[in-house]
């Protein structure tokens, strides 16, 4: 167990639905980092949070939104799903804003879209 | 600018053997180089990282080499066995600040008994 608890494990929904993702970090990390990793893309960072403000962003789609809460547990959200979002999708925490704190993730949320 | 390119997709060894993976980047402000291992069903766990004021790092049986002029590195599996079967991840960023991990595409390693 890495500590970040990412859920739910997997997800099955239909184009044009809208769901929420949910990680807790590990216990004192202030960052959250989303990534989607997809077969022919590799891990592609969506987004960066720390200690529930917004820091930095990828090529993260206007469908997609997310936020950390007071309590750093953050939510990645994802609407009009089409066929072409279905991926894992990682959350990530380390205990300061720079990668050099070393990345932990969590194991992932599966989400396919039928 | 931003992107950091890996090499083989997939590698088969045979045990004991060594396992070579290399990386590229383009960006000279980059300045720490981490590598991941993921195993199938978990996310990528840090394996070992570098900085670009050295050119190898050693820890057990992995090592990464570190060339600043070629813009490369690499990691290096010694005595390679049947566990390190997993996918491996070269990731660059400069290292402070709200900086993010930039991927490799991954290396999905096999090693065979």
């Known amino acids: 167990d890495s500590g970040v608890t990412q859920t739910p494990k997997h997800l099955i929904t239909a184009t044009g639905q809208r769901v929420t993702l949910r990680c807790s970090p590990r216990?004192?990390?202030?960052?959250v980092y989303w990534y989607q990793q997809s077969l022919d893309q590799g891990l592609q960072f969506l987004i960066q949070y720390y200690n529930g403000e917004e820091r930095a962003k990828g090529n993260i789609l206007e469908r997609f939104s997310a936020q950390q809460f007071p309590d750093l547990h953050s939510e990645l959200n994802l609407s009009s799903l089409e066929l072409g979002d279905s991926a894992l999708y990682f959350c990530?925490?380390?205990?300061?804003?720079?990668?050099?704190?070393?990345?932990?993730f969590g194991s992932g949320t599966r989400l396919t879209v039928v | 600018q931003q992107q950091v390119k890996q090499s083989p997709q997939s590698l088969i060894v045979q045990k004991g053997g060594i396992s070579i993976i290399n990386c590229a980047y383009e960006n000279t402000a980059f300045d720490y180089f981490p590598w991941y291992q993921q195993f199938p069903g978990k996310g990528p766990a840090l394996l070992i990282a570098i900085r670009p004021d050295v050119s190898e790092k050693k820890e057990g049986r992995f090592t990464i080499s570190f060339n600043k002029s070629a813009k490369q590195f690499s990691l290096h599996i010694m005595d390679s066995q049947p566990g390190d079967s997993a996918t491996y991840f070269c990731?660059?960023?400069?290292?402070?600040?709200?900086?993010?991990?930039?991927f490799g595409a991954g290396t999905r390693l096999a090693v065979h008994p």
């Open positions: 216990s004192g990390d202030l960052s």
């Open positions: 990530a925490s380390s205990p300061r804003a720079g990668p050099n704190y070393g990345y932990t």
């Open positions: 990731a660059a960023s400069r290292g402070g600040g709200y900086n993010k991990l930039i």
